[in-house]
């Protein structure tokens, strides 16, 4: 199993021009403020049009761009018992709160992407933000999936449905179903299956959003109705322009 969800950025179709208050290039040589730009593939090649405050316009090779930074980070209230911060094989983060309890899969409510349904098998970690003090080091191979609890308990098992206010899991000692409220949970670590989904070797980029997310895609289109990609499971999925705090491109740098 490839416990992904993924959403990681190739960027070769076009991103329509977007003014926001305050966009930050950065380059392989510098870093700049522009009032508006416009990402688009043209003769197979990724290029970036940048128009600064005195309306005068630059375009920048793909390759040669680092990061575009387009808002802070929003504030969030005190993290309740069903907020949780999801780590997906890949490395990347989707931070929102429990809804409705699902099988196999983990529904999340999200100020950034909506609702998404995250299956298991795409999933690493699930991370309680009211215990963040209390999150463990995780050093020993994990063989079942494994609940951290605020008790110190540490039971294994297999994982059957996540959901506001509880967990529900088969108890690997006791063999028998086992419910674990949300707010005595710390950490819950999946077992590992198969091979995660090998991340581009082309030209993408890290999407960054401000309620804390990050994940990956293949881009259709940047405006005022905000940025529409694709993800690695062909999901078309949409985040308002307000809710794209940058994007930090990868093209085998780094």
Do not use: C
Not at 142 to 169: C, H, M, N, Q, W
Not at 213 to 224: L, M, N, Q
């Amino acid at each position: 199993m490839t416990r992904w969800f993924a959403v990681a950025l190739v960027l070769s179709l076009p991103v329509f021009a977007q003014e926001r208050s305050r966009i930050t290039i950065t380059t392989l040589d510098r870093s700049f403020e522009a009032k508006r730009i416009e990402i688009k593939e043209a003769g197979g090649a990724l290029t970036l049009t940048v128009t600064d405050a005195s309306d005068a316009t630059s375009t920048i090779p793909g390759p040669d761009v680092v990061e575009i930074g387009f808002a802070p980070v929003e504030s969030r209230p005190a993290p309740g018992a069903d907020d949780v911060e999801i780590v997906l094989q890949t490395g990347d983060r989707l931070i929102g709160t429990l809804g409705e309890p699902q099988s196999e899969a983990v529904q999340l409510v999200t100020s950034s992407l909506g609702t998404v349904t995250v299956p298991f098998k795409h999933i690493d970690q699930v991370k309680f933000l009211s215990h963040r003090a209390e999150w463990p080091k995780i050093e020993e191979k994990i063989e079942r999936d494994t609940l951290f609890t605020a008790s110190g308990d540490k039971p294994t098992g297999i994982v059957t449905s996540i959901g506001r206010g509880e967990i529900v899991y088969i108890h690997h000692r006791r063999k028998r179903e086992v419910k674990l409220p949300t707010k005595d949970a710390t950490l819950l670590v999946f077992v590992p299956t198969g091979q995660p989904k090998a991340l581009p070797t082309s030209l993408y980029a890290i999407v960054q959003l401000t309620d804390g997310s990050e994940v990956r895609g293949t881009p259709k289109s940047y405006g005022a109705g905000g940025l529409v990609f694709t993800d690695l499971f062909d999901t078309e999925r949409t985040v308002p322009a307000g809710k794209v705090a940058g994007l930090y491109f990868k093209n085998g740098r780094v």
